[in-house]
T-cell receptor
Framework: DGGITQSPKYLFRKEGQNVTLSCEQN?????MYWYRQDPGQGLRLIYY???????QKGDIAEGYSVSREKKESFPLTVTSAQKNPTAFYLC??????????????FGPGTRLTVL | QKEVEQNSGPLSVPEGAIASLNCTYSDRGSQSFFWYRQYSGKSPELIMFIYSNGDKEDGRFTAQLNKASQYVSLLIRDSQPSDSATYLCAVNSYGGSQGNLIFGKGTKLSVKP
């Protein structure tokens, strides 16, 4: 089955710790995205990558880091510099062909809680 | 900053009625328009896309696009309680800090039995 997987489903972090959220896709999509969603809020873009070894900051990149060493994988690290990291984190991917393949497909999400 | 606006709701309709969800966008150059459904605690799921002016029907769902008015809507006929969810409108954009899609904040729909 093709799809996007995220792990873990739930993650608890102590203040001052860095944590890494996993995102893997086997859809052969070029583009991958990380969003943050707070209760009752919309999606806010953290980082995105359109090609291996390249990525761009989204609207709320501060306190986060990413890597894109393989087409299938786009892990997100939430660093201790992120002051309010408790949120629902969503990974997505797309073919990214303007006008024909813009739609993004989402993984199931990781719920991060800072203790 | 390009924007997509939606009424946050909640929009409450009785079972069997037509639910109408609306979205406006700021970028006149946008070409692709999407509707996602998000159940509470779950990730968004793509339910409709539309590229051309007019209507596009898929089962109980109809997407409507008016590029001149920069307006896109989603109609849900014969609404069911299982349609109760938040509906996100998304519009394409390229480059910059917003990525390739700009999402609205969503409209919460409640279908009452």
């Amino acid at each position: 089955d093709g799809g996007i997987t995220q792990s873990p489903k739930y993650l608890f972090r102590k203040e001052g710790q860095n944590v890494t959220l996993s995102c893997e896709q086997n859809l052969n999509h070029d583009a991958m995205y990380w969003y943050r969603q707070d209760p009752g809020q919309g999606l806010r873009l953290i980082y995105y990558s359109q090609i291996v070894n390249d990525f761009q900051k989204g609207d709320i990149a501060e306190g986060y880091s990413v890597s894109r060493e393989k087409k299938e994988s786009f892990p997100l690290t939430v660093t201790s510099a992120q002051k309010n990291p408790t949120a629902f984190y969503l990974c997505a991917s797309s073919i990214d062909i303007p006008g024909k393949g813009d739609e993004q497909f989402f993984g199931p999400g990781t719920r991060l809680t800072v203790l | 900053q390009k924007e997509v606006e939606q009424n946050s709701g909640p929009l409450s309709v009785p079972e069997g009625a037509i639910a109408s969800l609306n979205c406006t966008y700021s970028d006149r150059g946008s070409q692709s328009f999407f509707w996602y459904r998000q159940y509470s605690g779950k990730s968004p799921e793509l339910i409709m896309f539309i590229y051309s002016n007019g209507d596009k029907e898929d089962g109980r769902f109809t997407a409507q696009l008016n590029k001149a008015s920069q307006y896109v809507s989603l109609l849900i006929r014969d609404s069911q309680p299982s349609d109760s969810a938040t509906y996100l409108c998304a519009v394409n954009s390229y480059g910059g800090s917003q990525g390739n899609l700009i999402f609205g904040k969503g409209t919460k729909l409640s279908v009452k039995p």
